[in-house]
């Protein structure tokens, strides 16, 4: 390994806005998602992703790759997710390993009410902020940089479970 390529400063200029933006960004989403709601904004992605899926269900392999959490870290928020009657699990009939989480109709009606709101913040905070060059530029980059990781192998323990993108 070589000498490491340091940031310039226009590189260190982007690279501390994104990560400023993203860790403000989540902690006000956060926020607002438990105040409106009563939910982290981890555990509304979850229910997100559950309501788009077939069936509104997920192995809980796949369902951690795609909200990009531990297993155990999922394990833990789905089962707080289902004591609130949000999620339920089942075991795979075919696979005695596999579980699956799925999005109870309380759940769905949760998520329903949360989104009006999780999507005006969103946009009051980074949408409407950009102007559409920005934004599609700042679209392009980060689909770019998420491609290129996901085509370098960096699935960590999803490999096999994300689903193609296209």
């Known amino acids: 390994m070589g000498r490491p390529r340091w940031l310039n400063a226009e590189e260190k200029r982007a690279w501390n806005a994104f990560l ?24 509304y992605v979850i229910l997100a992703r559950l309501s788009g899926a077939p069936d509104r269900e997920l192995r809980m392999a796949e369902l951690a790759c795609a909200v990009s959490n531990s297993k155990s870290g999922l394990t833990y928020q789905v089962g ?6 949000l999620v339920r699990r089942r075991a795979c009939e075919s696979d005695p390993r596999a579980v699956y989480a799925g999005l109870t109709d309380e759940g769905m009606a949760l998520l329903e009410r949360a989104a009006p709101g999780h999507v005006a913040l969103v946009r009051e905070l980074l949408i409407d902020v950009l102007t559409p060059d920005q934004l599609s530029a700042l679209a392009d980059g980060l689909g770019e940089a998420n491609r290129r990781m996901l085509a370098d192998g960096d699935t960590g323990d999803c490999a096999g479970e994300r689903p193609a993108r296209g």
């Open 20 to 43: 400023g933006t993203y860790e403000l960004l989540n902690r006000r989403l956060d926020q607002q998602l438990k105040q409106d709601s009563g939910i982290s904004h981890l555990q």
């Open 80 to 85: 707080q997710l289902e004591q609130a009657g």
